[in-house]
Protein backbone atom coordinates (compact mmCIF):
# COMPACT_ATOMS: atom_id res chain seq x y z
CA UNK A 1 0.00 0.00 0.00
CA UNK A 2 1.18 3.56 -0.91
CA UNK A 3 -0.17 6.51 1.78
CA UNK A 4 0.44 9.89 1.09
CA UNK A 5 0.81 12.14 4.14
CA UNK A 6 -0.11 15.74 4.50
CA UNK A 7 0.80 16.73 7.92
CA UNK A 8 3.28 19.37 6.35
CA UNK A 9 1.96 20.37 3.72
CA UNK A 10 0.63 23.18 5.23
CA UNK A 11 -3.01 24.38 6.07
CA UNK A 12 -3.71 26.88 3.42
CA UNK A 13 -2.25 24.04 0.59
CA UNK A 14 -4.29 21.19 1.97
CA UNK A 15 -7.17 23.25 1.91
CA UNK A 16 -6.79 23.80 -1.97
CA UNK A 17 -6.08 20.05 -2.51
CA UNK A 18 -9.05 19.06 -1.15
CA UNK A 19 -10.95 21.74 -3.45
CA UNK A 20 -8.83 20.00 -6.53
CA UNK A 21 -9.62 16.44 -5.73
CA UNK A 22 -13.02 16.50 -7.71
CA UNK A 23 -11.19 18.01 -10.95
CA UNK A 24 -7.92 15.03 -10.22
CA UNK A 25 -10.99 12.76 -10.36
CA UNK A 26 -12.45 14.14 -14.05
CA UNK A 27 -9.44 14.18 -15.02
CA UNK A 28 -8.67 10.10 -14.21
CA UNK A 29 -11.71 9.53 -15.65
CA UNK A 30 -10.82 10.94 -19.01
CA UNK A 31 -7.79 8.89 -19.01
CA UNK A 32 -8.76 5.70 -17.91
CA UNK A 33 -12.06 6.13 -20.85
CA UNK A 34 -9.09 7.11 -23.49
CA UNK A 35 -10.72 10.52 -24.17
CA UNK A 36 -8.13 12.58 -22.60
CA UNK A 37 -5.69 14.53 -24.62
CA UNK A 38 -2.91 11.97 -25.91
CA UNK A 39 -5.29 9.07 -25.86
CA UNK A 40 -3.58 7.00 -28.11
CA UNK A 41 -0.91 6.80 -25.57
CA UNK A 42 -2.36 5.19 -22.86
CA UNK A 43 -1.51 1.70 -23.63
CA UNK A 44 0.86 1.39 -20.53
CA UNK A 45 -2.70 1.89 -18.14
CA UNK A 46 -3.55 -1.64 -19.00
CA UNK A 47 -0.67 -3.76 -20.46
CA UNK A 48 0.57 -5.18 -17.16
CA UNK A 49 -2.84 -7.22 -17.01
CA UNK A 50 -3.56 -7.55 -20.44
CA UNK A 51 -0.25 -8.22 -22.40
CA UNK A 52 2.40 -8.24 -19.68
CA UNK A 53 1.89 -12.07 -19.09
CA UNK A 54 2.20 -13.00 -22.88
CA UNK A 55 5.79 -10.94 -22.92
CA UNK A 56 7.01 -12.54 -19.60
CA UNK A 57 5.84 -15.90 -21.24
CA UNK A 58 7.63 -15.04 -24.53
CA UNK A 59 11.02 -13.78 -22.41
CA UNK A 60 11.07 -17.05 -20.52
CA UNK A 61 11.24 -18.87 -23.90
CA UNK A 62 13.83 -16.86 -25.33
CA UNK A 63 16.07 -17.22 -22.11
CA UNK A 64 15.54 -21.19 -22.10
CA UNK A 65 16.67 -20.94 -25.77
CA UNK A 66 19.77 -19.22 -25.38
CA UNK A 67 22.81 -20.67 -26.01
CA UNK A 68 25.60 -17.98 -26.06
CA UNK A 69 27.36 -17.97 -22.64
CA UNK A 70 27.24 -14.42 -21.29
CA UNK A 71 28.27 -12.86 -18.07
CA UNK A 72 27.03 -8.73 -18.49
CA UNK A 73 24.15 -7.63 -20.72
CA UNK A 74 24.59 -4.15 -22.49
CA UNK A 75 21.51 -1.68 -22.61
CA UNK A 76 21.98 0.74 -25.32
CA UNK A 77 19.19 3.54 -24.94
CA UNK A 78 18.61 6.93 -24.11
CA UNK A 79 15.70 8.51 -21.88
CA UNK A 80 12.95 5.92 -21.63
CA UNK A 81 15.01 3.09 -23.37
CA UNK A 82 17.10 2.32 -20.37
CA UNK A 83 16.13 4.90 -17.30
CA UNK A 84 13.65 2.64 -16.13
CA UNK A 85 15.17 -0.17 -16.09
CA UNK A 86 18.42 1.62 -14.57
CA UNK A 87 16.25 2.53 -11.80
CA UNK A 88 14.78 -0.97 -11.15
CA UNK A 89 17.85 -2.96 -11.27
CA UNK A 90 19.72 -0.40 -9.44
CA UNK A 91 17.47 -0.60 -6.88
CA UNK A 92 17.34 -4.40 -6.22
CA UNK A 93 20.90 -4.65 -6.72
CA UNK A 94 24.15 -5.47 -4.49
CA UNK A 95 25.51 -1.21 -3.94
CA UNK A 96 28.86 -2.99 -4.96
CA UNK A 97 27.52 -5.55 -7.82
CA UNK A 98 30.80 -5.21 -10.10
CA UNK A 99 32.83 -5.52 -7.43
CA UNK A 100 31.67 -9.07 -5.80
CA UNK A 101 33.44 -12.13 -7.28
CA UNK A 102 30.78 -13.46 -9.84
CA UNK A 103 29.65 -16.74 -8.05
CA UNK A 104 28.32 -14.26 -5.47
CA UNK A 105 26.34 -12.27 -8.34
CA UNK A 106 22.33 -12.55 -7.25
CA UNK A 107 22.19 -10.49 -10.55
CA UNK A 108 23.82 -10.22 -13.93
CA UNK A 109 25.40 -6.75 -14.38
CA UNK A 110 23.53 -4.02 -16.64
CA UNK A 111 26.45 -2.00 -18.30
CA UNK A 112 24.04 1.59 -20.06
CA UNK A 113 25.66 2.70 -23.17
CA UNK A 114 23.75 5.04 -25.93
CA UNK A 115 22.23 7.79 -22.94
CA UNK A 116 25.48 10.12 -23.79
CA UNK A 117 28.16 11.13 -26.84
CA UNK A 118 30.75 11.43 -24.49
CA UNK A 119 33.92 9.63 -26.01
CA UNK A 120 35.45 9.03 -22.92
CA UNK A 121 33.09 6.98 -21.88
CA UNK A 122 32.14 5.26 -24.55
CA UNK A 123 36.07 4.42 -25.10
CA UNK A 124 35.87 2.88 -21.48
CA UNK A 125 33.14 0.71 -22.30
CA UNK A 126 34.70 -0.22 -25.24
CA UNK A 127 37.96 -1.47 -23.27
CA UNK A 128 35.52 -2.89 -20.43
CA UNK A 129 33.98 -5.37 -23.25
CA UNK A 130 37.30 -7.07 -24.11
CA UNK A 131 37.28 -8.23 -20.62
CA UNK A 132 33.86 -9.84 -20.46
CA UNK A 133 31.47 -11.84 -22.07
CA UNK A 134 28.79 -9.67 -23.42
CA UNK A 135 25.13 -9.71 -24.74
CA UNK A 136 23.67 -6.37 -26.18
CA UNK A 137 20.05 -5.21 -26.44
CA UNK A 138 19.63 -2.00 -27.90
CA UNK A 139 16.64 -0.60 -27.29
CA UNK A 140 14.68 2.08 -29.72
CA UNK A 141 11.26 2.38 -31.70
CA UNK A 142 12.68 4.17 -34.59
CA UNK A 143 16.27 3.01 -34.68
CA UNK A 144 17.45 6.71 -35.66
CA UNK A 145 17.35 8.58 -32.62
CA UNK A 146 21.61 9.63 -32.27
CA UNK A 147 23.06 8.70 -29.33
CA UNK A 148 21.85 4.98 -29.01
CA UNK A 149 22.07 4.99 -33.01
CA UNK A 150 26.06 5.81 -32.38
CA UNK A 151 26.49 3.60 -29.94
CA UNK A 152 24.99 1.07 -31.28
CA UNK A 153 27.08 1.17 -34.62
CA UNK A 154 29.86 1.30 -32.69
CA UNK A 155 29.15 -1.92 -30.62
CA UNK A 156 27.85 -3.81 -33.36
CA UNK A 157 30.96 -3.54 -34.97
CA UNK A 158 32.84 -4.46 -31.73
CA UNK A 159 30.85 -7.63 -31.85
CA UNK A 160 30.98 -8.51 -35.44
CA UNK A 161 34.46 -8.33 -35.08
CA UNK A 162 35.18 -10.30 -31.69
CA UNK A 163 32.69 -13.38 -32.48
CA UNK A 164 31.95 -13.02 -36.18
CA UNK A 165 28.25 -12.06 -37.68
CA UNK A 166 27.02 -15.30 -36.96
CA UNK A 167 27.76 -15.46 -33.34
CA UNK A 168 27.50 -11.46 -32.85
CA UNK A 169 23.39 -11.81 -34.02
CA UNK A 170 23.20 -14.89 -31.89
CA UNK A 171 23.93 -11.67 -29.40
CA UNK A 172 22.21 -8.96 -30.03
CA UNK A 173 18.72 -8.30 -29.08
CA UNK A 174 16.46 -5.12 -30.78
CA UNK A 175 13.58 -4.39 -28.66
CA UNK A 176 11.84 -1.89 -31.24
CA UNK A 177 8.44 -0.67 -33.08
CA UNK A 178 6.70 -4.55 -33.87
CA UNK A 179 6.50 -2.92 -37.36
CA UNK A 180 8.69 -0.45 -39.01
CA UNK A 181 11.80 1.17 -38.63
CA UNK A 182 15.00 1.84 -39.22
CA UNK A 183 15.73 -0.55 -36.43
CA UNK A 184 13.64 -3.36 -37.05
CA UNK A 185 14.89 -3.60 -41.04
CA UNK A 186 18.08 -4.16 -39.44
CA UNK A 187 17.17 -6.38 -37.25
CA UNK A 188 15.53 -8.70 -39.63
CA UNK A 189 18.35 -8.75 -42.00
CA UNK A 190 20.53 -9.23 -39.51
CA UNK A 191 18.96 -12.25 -37.71
CA UNK A 192 18.72 -10.68 -34.75
CA UNK A 193 15.81 -11.92 -31.72
CA UNK A 194 13.58 -8.57 -31.39
CA UNK A 195 10.99 -7.67 -28.69
CA UNK A 196 8.32 -4.92 -29.45
CA UNK A 197 7.97 -1.38 -28.33
CA UNK A 198 4.06 -1.09 -28.09
CA UNK A 199 2.66 1.32 -30.53
CA UNK A 200 0.52 3.05 -27.85
CA UNK A 201 3.03 3.14 -24.99
CA UNK A 202 5.39 6.45 -25.03
CA UNK A 203 9.12 5.99 -24.20
CA UNK A 204 9.12 6.88 -20.11
CA UNK A 205 5.42 5.02 -19.32
CA UNK A 206 7.64 1.77 -21.23
CA UNK A 207 9.46 0.41 -18.29
CA UNK A 208 7.35 -2.61 -18.36
CA UNK A 209 6.77 -3.74 -21.68
CA UNK A 210 9.82 -5.54 -23.30
CA UNK A 211 11.80 -2.60 -23.20
CA UNK A 212 12.58 -3.05 -19.71
CA UNK A 213 11.42 -6.33 -18.36
CA UNK A 214 13.40 -8.31 -21.38
CA UNK A 215 17.04 -7.05 -19.91
CA UNK A 216 15.46 -7.21 -16.49
CA UNK A 217 14.63 -10.78 -17.12
CA UNK A 218 17.58 -11.85 -18.61
CA UNK A 219 20.20 -10.77 -15.93
CA UNK A 220 17.80 -12.85 -13.84
CA UNK A 221 15.42 -9.87 -11.58
CA UNK A 222 12.23 -11.24 -10.81
CA UNK A 223 10.58 -9.45 -13.11
CA UNK A 224 6.75 -11.68 -12.62
CA UNK A 225 6.70 -9.81 -9.06
CA UNK A 226 7.04 -6.23 -10.30
CA UNK A 227 4.95 -6.89 -13.20
CA UNK A 228 2.25 -9.04 -11.15
CA UNK A 229 2.35 -6.02 -8.32
CA UNK A 230 2.08 -3.03 -10.98
CA UNK A 231 -1.16 -4.88 -12.16
CA UNK A 232 -2.60 -4.72 -8.82
CA UNK A 233 -1.57 -1.47 -8.39
CA UNK A 234 -3.23 -0.35 -11.76
CA UNK A 235 -6.48 -2.16 -10.83
CA UNK A 236 -6.31 -0.65 -7.49
CA UNK A 237 -7.34 2.15 -9.11
CA UNK A 238 -9.07 1.42 -12.46
CA UNK A 239 -11.74 -0.58 -10.29
CA UNK A 240 -12.30 1.59 -7.75
CA UNK A 241 -15.83 3.09 -7.16
CA UNK A 242 -15.96 6.88 -7.08
CA UNK A 243 -17.03 7.03 -3.62
CA UNK A 244 -13.47 5.75 -2.85
CA UNK A 245 -11.70 7.10 -5.80
CA UNK A 246 -10.88 10.58 -4.19
CA UNK A 247 -9.23 9.24 -1.38
CA UNK A 248 -6.82 7.08 -3.94
CA UNK A 249 -3.12 7.94 -3.79
CA UNK A 250 -2.99 9.32 -6.62
CA UNK A 251 -5.77 11.42 -6.98
CA UNK A 252 -4.09 12.77 -3.25
CA UNK A 253 -0.96 12.88 -4.96
CA UNK A 254 -1.89 14.57 -8.00
CA UNK A 255 -4.37 16.87 -6.35
CA UNK A 256 -1.16 17.84 -3.63
CA UNK A 257 0.96 18.70 -6.90
CA UNK A 258 -2.00 21.42 -8.75
CA UNK A 259 -2.27 23.56 -5.32
CA UNK A 260 1.61 23.84 -5.14
CA UNK A 261 1.72 25.00 -8.82
CA UNK A 262 -1.46 27.13 -8.04
CA UNK A 263 0.34 29.01 -4.94
CA UNK A 264 3.91 29.72 -7.01
CA UNK A 265 5.52 25.99 -6.51
CA UNK A 266 8.02 26.07 -9.56
CA UNK A 267 9.77 22.90 -9.08
CA UNK A 268 9.07 19.48 -6.85
CA UNK A 269 11.80 17.65 -4.92
CA UNK A 270 11.87 14.14 -4.78
CA UNK A 271 13.75 13.17 -1.53
CA UNK A 272 14.77 9.82 -1.02
CA UNK A 273 16.68 7.93 2.41
CA UNK A 274 17.96 4.71 0.48
CA UNK A 275 21.17 5.67 -1.58
CA UNK A 276 20.31 2.59 -4.58
CA UNK A 277 17.08 4.86 -5.60
CA UNK A 278 19.37 7.36 -6.92
CA UNK A 279 18.52 6.40 -10.64
CA UNK A 280 14.78 5.73 -9.83
CA UNK A 281 14.59 9.35 -8.93
CA UNK A 282 16.60 10.06 -12.09
CA UNK A 283 13.12 7.88 -14.13
CA UNK A 284 10.91 10.10 -11.74
CA UNK A 285 12.73 13.00 -12.97
CA UNK A 286 12.13 12.36 -16.96
CA UNK A 287 8.58 10.76 -16.52
CA UNK A 288 7.41 14.43 -14.80
CA UNK A 289 9.63 16.89 -16.45
CA UNK A 290 8.81 15.35 -20.40
CA UNK A 291 5.06 14.93 -19.38
CA UNK A 292 4.27 18.58 -18.06
CA UNK A 293 6.74 21.08 -18.69
CA UNK A 294 4.93 21.91 -21.89
CA UNK A 295 3.42 25.49 -22.47
CA UNK A 296 5.02 27.17 -19.56
CA UNK A 297 3.65 24.83 -17.24
CA UNK A 298 4.81 22.19 -15.18
CA UNK A 299 7.05 22.15 -11.90
CA UNK A 300 10.73 21.38 -12.72
CA UNK A 301 11.44 17.94 -10.99
CA UNK A 302 14.79 17.72 -8.71
CA UNK A 303 16.23 14.96 -6.24
CA UNK A 304 17.37 15.17 -2.61
CA UNK A 305 18.92 12.24 -1.10
CA UNK A 306 19.07 12.11 2.43
CA UNK A 307 21.02 12.52 4.17
CA UNK A 308 23.87 12.99 1.66
CA UNK A 309 22.39 16.43 0.12
CA UNK A 310 21.09 17.64 3.85
CA UNK A 311 25.11 19.26 4.16
CA UNK A 312 25.02 20.79 0.63
CA UNK A 313 21.28 21.12 -0.62
CA UNK A 314 19.64 21.44 2.36
CA UNK A 315 20.49 24.61 3.44
CA UNK A 316 18.95 26.15 -0.22
CA UNK A 317 15.82 24.13 0.80
CA UNK A 318 15.66 25.15 4.59
CA UNK A 319 16.42 29.05 3.88
CA UNK A 320 16.20 29.49 -0.14
CA UNK A 321 13.61 30.90 -2.41
CA UNK A 322 10.08 29.82 -1.23
CA UNK A 323 9.02 28.44 -4.78
CA UNK A 324 9.04 24.46 -4.06
CA UNK A 325 7.31 21.75 -2.44
CA UNK A 326 8.96 18.37 -1.11
CA UNK A 327 7.72 15.53 -1.41
CA UNK A 328 10.10 12.60 0.75
CA UNK A 329 9.67 8.86 -0.41
CA UNK A 330 9.96 6.48 2.55
CA UNK A 331 9.71 2.51 2.61
CA UNK A 332 9.58 -0.43 5.28
CA UNK A 333 12.82 -0.81 7.11
CA UNK A 334 14.01 -4.70 6.20
CA UNK A 335 13.96 -6.90 8.75
CA UNK A 336 16.75 -8.93 7.69
CA UNK A 337 19.39 -5.89 8.42
CA UNK A 338 17.61 -4.90 11.70
CA UNK A 339 19.95 -7.28 13.94
CA UNK A 340 23.44 -6.51 12.68
CA UNK A 341 23.10 -3.06 11.56
CA UNK A 342 22.94 -1.20 14.49
CA UNK A 343 24.84 1.31 16.32
CA UNK A 344 27.68 -0.66 18.72
CA UNK A 345 27.28 -0.86 22.27
CA UNK A 346 30.47 0.81 23.40
CA UNK A 347 29.65 2.27 27.01
CA UNK A 348 31.54 5.08 26.10
CA UNK A 349 30.58 8.66 24.91
CA UNK A 350 33.91 9.58 23.89
CA UNK A 351 32.55 10.04 20.01
CA UNK A 352 29.21 11.55 21.45
CA UNK A 353 27.34 8.62 20.08
CA UNK A 354 26.11 7.46 23.79
CA UNK A 355 22.21 8.62 23.26
CA UNK A 356 22.50 6.42 19.22
CA UNK A 357 23.55 3.05 20.97
CA UNK A 358 22.01 0.09 20.38
CA UNK A 359 19.55 1.86 17.72
CA UNK A 360 18.94 0.11 14.27
CA UNK A 361 20.77 2.52 11.55
CA UNK A 362 17.34 2.03 9.71
CA UNK A 363 15.74 3.89 13.01
CA UNK A 364 18.17 6.83 12.71
CA UNK A 365 17.50 6.97 9.03
CA UNK A 366 14.14 7.17 9.26
CA UNK A 367 13.86 9.87 12.35
CA UNK A 368 16.50 11.75 10.06
CA UNK A 369 13.65 11.87 7.31
CA UNK A 370 11.33 12.77 9.65
CA UNK A 371 13.32 15.63 11.37
CA UNK A 372 14.14 16.82 7.56
CA UNK A 373 10.34 17.52 6.80
CA UNK A 374 9.11 18.77 9.95
CA UNK A 375 12.53 21.20 9.80
CA UNK A 376 11.82 22.51 6.06
CA UNK A 377 8.05 23.05 6.89
CA UNK A 378 8.83 24.95 9.53
CA UNK A 379 11.34 26.35 7.10
CA UNK A 380 8.22 27.41 4.59
CA UNK A 381 8.61 24.35 2.65
CA UNK A 382 5.67 22.15 2.06
CA UNK A 383 6.44 18.67 2.76
CA UNK A 384 4.36 15.75 1.45
CA UNK A 385 5.34 11.67 2.42
CA UNK A 386 4.86 9.09 0.53
CA UNK A 387 5.36 6.04 2.33
CA UNK A 388 5.25 2.24 1.19
CA UNK A 389 4.17 -0.26 3.44
CA UNK A 390 6.63 -2.21 2.14
CA UNK A 391 10.60 -2.85 2.08
CA UNK A 392 12.62 -1.44 -0.99
CA UNK A 393 11.92 -4.46 -3.22
CA UNK A 394 10.57 -5.86 -6.56
CA UNK A 395 6.48 -5.33 -5.14
CA UNK A 396 6.92 -2.15 -3.92
CA UNK A 397 9.10 -1.12 -6.57
CA UNK A 398 6.04 -2.82 -9.30
CA UNK A 399 3.71 -0.79 -6.94
CA UNK A 400 5.62 2.50 -7.29
CA UNK A 401 5.84 2.30 -10.40
CA UNK A 402 2.33 2.43 -11.62
CA UNK A 403 1.70 5.00 -8.46
CA UNK A 404 4.15 7.47 -10.78
CA UNK A 405 2.77 7.01 -14.36
CA UNK A 406 -0.85 7.34 -13.48
CA UNK A 407 -0.43 10.25 -11.02
CA UNK A 408 1.98 12.14 -13.50
CA UNK A 409 -0.51 11.69 -15.89
CA UNK A 410 -3.83 12.83 -13.94
CA UNK A 411 -1.21 15.63 -12.89
CA UNK A 412 -0.26 16.49 -16.18
CA UNK A 413 -4.08 16.51 -17.73
CA UNK A 414 -4.81 18.88 -14.47
CA UNK A 415 -2.43 21.69 -15.94
CA UNK A 416 -4.35 21.11 -19.04
CA UNK A 417 -0.87 19.93 -21.16
CA UNK A 418 -1.23 16.42 -23.30
CA UNK A 419 1.10 14.31 -20.76
CA UNK A 420 2.25 11.69 -23.92
CA UNK A 421 3.94 14.14 -26.25
CA UNK A 422 7.73 15.62 -26.13
CA UNK A 423 7.83 18.51 -28.99
CA UNK A 424 10.34 20.58 -27.12
CA UNK A 425 12.48 17.68 -26.93
CA UNK A 426 12.79 17.89 -30.95
CA UNK A 427 13.93 21.23 -31.13
CA UNK A 428 18.00 20.31 -30.60
CA UNK A 429 18.19 17.70 -32.64
CA UNK A 430 17.31 19.98 -35.62
CA UNK A 431 20.05 21.97 -34.94
CA UNK A 432 22.31 19.07 -34.11
CA UNK A 433 21.49 17.34 -37.56
CA UNK A 434 22.33 20.98 -39.20
CA UNK A 435 25.55 21.21 -37.11
CA UNK A 436 26.96 17.62 -38.31
CA UNK A 437 25.55 18.07 -41.96
CA UNK A 438 22.49 15.80 -42.41
CA UNK A 439 20.97 17.04 -45.49
CA UNK A 440 18.08 18.84 -45.19
CA UNK A 441 19.12 20.48 -42.01
CA UNK A 442 22.20 22.41 -43.10
CA UNK A 443 20.84 26.36 -42.66
CA UNK A 444 19.66 25.45 -39.30
CA UNK A 445 23.24 24.37 -38.43
CA UNK A 446 24.36 27.48 -39.94
CA UNK A 447 22.48 29.36 -38.08
CA UNK A 448 23.64 27.86 -34.93
CA UNK A 449 27.39 28.43 -35.60
CA UNK A 450 26.63 31.78 -36.45
CA UNK A 451 25.09 32.34 -33.15
Same mark, same amino acid.
Given at each position: ?????????????????????? *?????? =?? $? =??? +???????????? &?????????????????? /???????????????? /?? !??????????????????????????????????????????????????????????????????????????????????????????????????????????????????????????????????????????????????????? &??????????? $????????????????????????? !??????????????? +??? *???????????? &?????????????????????????????????????????? +?????????????????????????????????????????????????????????? !????????????????????????????????????????????????????
Amino acid at each position: MITIGTRNFGLELNGAASANTQ *FAVEQF =KE $L =KDA +KCKGSEWTGWLR &FADSIGPKLLKDIESYNS /SMKSSFDVIVVIGIGG /SY !LGTRAISEALANEYLLAQPAAQRKFKPIIYVGHHLCSDATSDLMDFLDNVNPIVNVISKSGTTTEPSVAFRLVRDYMNRRYGEGEAAKRIIATTDPESGALRKLAVASGYQTFPVPRDVGGRYSVLTAVGMVPLAIAGYPVNEIMQSAQKY &FASILQCDDAA $LGQHAVIQYASCRKAAVDHGKVTEL !LAYTEPKLRNFAEWW +KQL *FGESEGKNGKGM &FPASLALTTDLHSLGQYAQDGMRTMMESFLSFKAPARHAAKM +KVPVLNDDSDQLLYLEGKTIAAVNDAARLATSFAHSQGGMPCLSISVDEELNAKSLGA !LIAFYETSCAVSALMLGVNPFDQPGVEAYKKYLFGLMGRKGYEADGQKVTQG
